[in-house]
């Protein structure tokens, strides 16, 4: 489990982040929604220590924690298969050539090109795969729906769900509200860097109605 008490975040002196507080448990999926601007991507760095903040981020000694950047960034002259290497030699984990081939046969990658050059939902399914080899108990994902085209979106929904029955925790963003109400136990809604309410067992136009009256004034 993963618990933030009071994470407070300035940039130049200016608040972007305001007493944020919210837990995550074993087995469960997050998400969070907000408009541009609001805070999600830097929650997300704070939690993932990119970010200096005020306040705390406890983490299980056990966790192991996987993340896709909203814009995954890679360096020049690195093949996506050197990539997927670097990932799992990292963190320790033999290199397994026929998963990957196996792994790759859904995702479509061409794994010998480099990087840098891909599109982005390429990039984004280049990660994907790789978190899918890590196996990691915890994973943060930042818009990863942002860019996959159709049947990135289906593989990407099929591994959450997967992830979940494993009792692995996935935390992610989207401003696509029914591609989180499909498969998230709770979301959480981001106004002006404060979490200002959770959702549950709502569905998408619910949700867009409570938001639209009370937050956005449209």
């Given at each position: 489990?993963?618990?933030?008490?009071?994470?407070?975040?300035?940039?130049?002196?200016?608040?972007?982040?305001?007493?944020?507080?919210?837990?995550?448990?074993?087995?469960?999926?997050?998400?969070?929604?907000?408009?541009?601007?609001?805070?999600?991507?830097?929650?997300?760095?704070?939690?993932?220590?990119?970010?200096?903040?005020?306040?705390?981020?406890?983490?299980?000694?056990?966790?192991?924690?996987?993340?896709?950047?909203?814009?995954?960034?890679?360096?020049?002259?690195?093949?996506g298969k050197e990539y997927?290497?670097?990932?799992?030699?990292?963190?320790?984990?033999?290199?397994?050539?026929?998963?990957?081939?196996?792994?790759?046969?859904?995702?479509?990658?061409?794994?010998?090109?480099?990087?840098?050059?891909?599109?982005?939902?390429?990039?984004?399914?280049?990660?994907?795969?790789?978190?899918?080899?890590?196996n990691n108990n915890f994973?943060?994902?930042?818009?990863?729906?942002?860019?996959?085209?159709?049947?990135?979106?289906?593989?990407?929904?099929?591994?959450?769900?997967?992830?979940?029955?494993?009792?692995?925790?996935?935390?992610?963003?989207?401003?696509?509200?029914?591609?989180?109400?499909?498969?998230?136990?709770?979301?959480?809604?981001?106004?002006?860097?404060?979490?200002?309410?959770?959702?549950?067992?709502?569905?998408?136009?619910?949700?867009?109605?409570?938001?639209?009256?009370?937050?956005?004034?449209?």
């Amino acid at each position: 489990m993963i618990e933030i008490r009071h994470l407070e975040k300035k940039y130049s002196g200016k608040a972007v982040l305001h007493d944020i507080n919210c837990s995550f448990d074993k087995g469960q999926v997050y998400g969070f929604m907000g408009e541009n601007g609001a805070g999600k991507s830097t929650l997300f760095r704070c939690l993932m220590r990119i970010e200096k903040f005020d306040g705390e981020v406890n983490a299980d000694a056990d966790i192991s924690i996987g993340y896709l950047d909203d814009t995954p960034y890679f360096y020049s002259f690195v093949t996506g298969k050197e990539y997927i290497e670097f990932c799992l030699k990292a963190k320790q984990i033999p290199v397994d050539k026929d998963k990957i081939e196996e792994l790759n046969a859904k995702l479509q990658l061409p794994l010998h090109r480099y990087a840098s050059n891909y599109s982005l939902g390429m990039k984004k399914r280049l990660v994907l795969m790789a978190l899918m080899l890590e196996n990691n108990n915890f994973n943060v994902m930042d818009e990863p729906f942002n860019g996959l085209d159709l049947a990135g979106t289906i593989i990407l929904k099929q591994w959450i769900q997967q992830v979940r029955t494993e009792n692995k925790t996935i935390v992610l963003s989207s401003h696509i509200i029914s591609s989180l109400t499909d498969i998230c136990d709770d979301i959480a809604y981001i106004h002006a860097g404060c979490i200002v309410n959770h959702y549950q067992h709502k569905s998408a136009d619910e949700i867009e109605a409570d938001i639209t009256e009370k937050y956005l004034k449209l």
